[in-house]
C-alpha cells in the first residue's frame, strides 16, 4: 500500500480529533462591549479573554493612544540588528525594566516568541529541567534547541531536587502562574534549590505580570534572574519581552534566531506599548477588584459545591471527559456565558476542564449568574466538577 500523502495524512488526523471531540473552531466575534462579547448576534458575558485589567477594551484609553502613534511610521523595515531600531522600542523597554526592577528588557512579537528566543540559547550538551506543566512555547523552544530537558511532578519540590540532585542542570524552568490551574509554585522554595545547584531559575510571568506582586510588576523579581512576560493577558495587547541582565539581552541579539532574524516591531507599536504600561501602573484599584472578585468567585463555587483549582484571576473547574467538557461549555452559553473548555492538547486526555479569567471589567452580578447557570448543568456532563 503506497503512503498516504501529506495532505491526506493530516485529514484523517484531523478526523480523530473530531472523533474525541477535540475538534477547535474560530468563534465568529462579531463586536466587543467590555466584558461582553457578541456571537451570532447573542450577547455573551465573556469569561474567556485575556484583558485582566479592561485596557484592551477601553475605548477612551484607545482613542487617546491613537493620537500618538498616529504619527508613527508603519514599519521598522528592518531587524532590529540591521536598521529596524528605534526610540520608541528603547523607552518602552526601559520602562519595563523600571517597573519590573530588572536591568534590561528586550522586545519580541509576543511571548510565545520570547520563549523560543530564550529556549534558543541552550546547547544540545546542557540540561534544563522543567515543570511538566510549563508552556507548550517552552517545551516546543527546547525541543527545537535539542538540548536535555528533564521534567518534575508539576509544583514538587521534592521531585525537583531528586532531579537536580542527579542532573547537572544548567537552568530550571517553570511558571509563577500557571495558564489552566491558575495556581502558583513555591518561589522562594525553587530559589533556594537552584542557587543550592547552581542552575539559573528561568519564570514564564506572562499571566501574572500587570496583575500580581508589587505594583503588578510580576512575583518573581526577587527570585529569579530571567523572566519572560506577555502582553496579551494583563493589558489585552500583544507582544512579549525577555527580562534579565545585560549579558542576557545581548547573549539574544548574538545567538538567539528569534530575536536576530525577526523584522522589529513598529515605532508605532513601541509608542502604544509605553502609553499602556504607564496607564496599567496606574491601575492598583483595577488590580485590587480583579482579586477580589476571584476571591469571591471561588467562595461561590465552594458553596455551590464544585471543585475549584486557582489561587487568583485564573480559575480552573475540572470535568474530565473532552465531550462532556464541550457540552457544559455549550451549555453555559445558551445562558448567556463564553467560558473556555479546555482540551487535549491544552491539557492532558481525559483532563478536560472549564477555565475561567476573572477581569476588572466583571461584577459580583456576573459570577452570580455564571454560578447559577453552572448548577443547572446535567450531572452527566460532570465527572469531576463536584467538591
Known amino acids: 500500500m503506497p503512503p498516504l500523502s501529506f495532505l491526506a495524512t493530516l485529514t484523517h488526523r484531523l478526523a480523530l480529533f473530531q472523533e474525541g471531540h477535540l ?4 468563534l465568529p466575534v462579531e463586536e466587543r462591549r467590555g466584558p461582553l462579547v457578541c456571537l451570532h448576534g447573542q450577547w455573551l458575558v465573556d469569561f474567556s479573554a485575556n484583558d485582566v485589567l479592561g485596557l484592551g477594551s477601553d475605548a477612551d484609553l484607545a482613542w487617546r493612544l491613537w493620537r500618538q502613534v498616529r504619527p508613527h511610521r508603519l514599519s521598522a523595515g528592518a531587524a532590529r540588528l540591521v536598521s529596524g531600531d528605534s526610540p520608541q522600542l ?6 519595563l525594566a523600571q517597573w519590573c526592577n530588572t536591568p534590561t528588557a528586550l522586545l519580541f512579537p509576543s511571548a510565545s516568541h520570547a520563549n523560543a528566543a530564550l529556549a534558543s540559547l541552550f546547547r544540545p550538551d546542557e540540561t534544563v529541567i522543567v515543570d511538566k506543566a510549563v508552556h ?25 531536587q531528586r532531579l537536580l540532585t542527579r542532573e547537572k542542570a544548567v537552568a530550571v524552568w517553570t511558571e509563577s502562574l500557571f495558564s489552566m490551574d491558575g495556581d502558583t509554585p513555591d518561589l522562594p522554595g525553587l530559589a533556594g534549590l537552584c ?29 529569579a534572574p530571567i523572566r ?32 536576530m532574524f525577526t523584522t522589529a516591531l513598529p515605532p508605532w507599536w513601541g509608542e502604544l506599548l509605553l502609553g499602556v504600561i504607564e496607564e496599567a501602573r496606574r491601575r492598583e484599584a ?26 487568583h ?48 471589567h466583571h461584577t459580583f452580578e456576573h459570577i452570580d449568574g455564571l454560578v447559577d447557570a453552572l448548577s443547572e448543568l446535567p450531572t452527566v456532563h460532570l465527572d469531576h466538577i463536584h467538591a
Open 136 to 160: 507548550g512555547s517552552i517545551r516546543h523552544g527546547l525541543s527545537a534547541a535539542r538540548c536535555q530537558v528533564r521534567s518534575f511532578r508539576h509544583n514538587t519540590l521534592p521531585h525537583l
Open 286 to 311: 483595577a488590580r485590587q477588584h480583579v482579586a477580589q472578585l476571584a476571591a469571591y468567585a471561588r467562595s461561590k463555587f465552594a458553596a455551590a459545591g464544585c471543585g475549584v483549582h486557582g489561587n
Open 313 to 360: 484571576h485564573i480559575l480552573s473547574l475540572p470535568i474530565g471527559k473532552e465531550a462532556h467538557a464541550t457540552a457544559a461549555a455549550h451549555h453555559l452559553a445558551t445562558r448567556g456565558y463564553l467560558v473556555f473548555a479546555a482540551r487535549y492538547p491544552t491539557v492532558p486526555l481525559g483532563k478536560a476542564r472549564l477555565r475561567l479569567v476573572i477581569c476588572a
Open 195 to 223: 542557587d543550592k545547584h547552581e542552575a539559573t531559575l528561568l519564570l514564564d510571568e506572562a499571566h501574572a505580570f500587570g496583575v500580581l506582586g508589587p505594583n503588578g510588576a510580576g512575583l518573581g523579581a526577587a527570585h
Open 228 to 259: 519572560t512576560i506577555g502582553f496579551g493577558k494583563a493589558f489585552g495587547l500583544v507582544g512579549g519581552a525577555i527580562l534579565g541582565p545585560p549579558a542576557i539581552r545581548e547573549a539574544l541579539l548574538h545567538l538567539a534566531p528569534p530575536a
Open 90 to 95: 528603547r523607552a518602552a523597554e526601559a520602562a
Open 23 to 26: 475538534e477547535r473552531h474560530v
